[in-house]
């Protein structure tokens, strides 16, 4: 069974940085694809970006390419996305995702406030 388990969400400041952890099991990481979402209130699910089984990262959302930066431990089987310098438009639940699959975390909150 797949489960995917994201930690590393909470309440931080503008301009702070912050690094979302994605803990992977029940499939062989280093073959998989696997994307970051979050929706924010109100809104729909978006995609931010994904990693590859070859370790190449793609951050979809244009307005962010600057400040998320998506990366993997094959070893520990966890994803990771930092975000800096953090703006208040980043709070959102965040959500680890097998990519292209109804496989889900439970999402972590971000919540950027000052």
């Known amino acids: 069974q797949v489960q995917l388990v994201e930690s590393g969400g909470g309440l931080v400041h503008p301009g702070d940085s912050l690094r979302l952890s994605c803990a992977v099991s029940g499939l062989v990481f280093r073959f998989s694809t696997l994307a970051w979402y979050r929706q924010a209130p109100g809104e729909e699910r978006e995609l931010v970006g994904f ?4 370790g190449a ?23 990771y996305l930092q975000i800096n310098p953090l703006k ?11 990519y292209k699959t109804t496989i889900w975390g ?6 950027v406030s000052s």
Not at 51 to 54: E, H, Q, T, Y
Not at 58 to 79: G, M
């Open 51 to 54: 990693i590859n089984s070859g």
């Open 57 to 79: 990262a793609t951050i979809s959302k244009r307005d962010a390419k600057d400040r998320f930066t998506i990366s993997s431990d094959n070893a520990q089987q966890i994803l």
């Open 88 to 98: 208040p438009e980043d709070s959102a639940v965040y959500y680890c995702n097998l």
């Open 106 to 111: 439970q999402g972590t909150q971000v919540t």
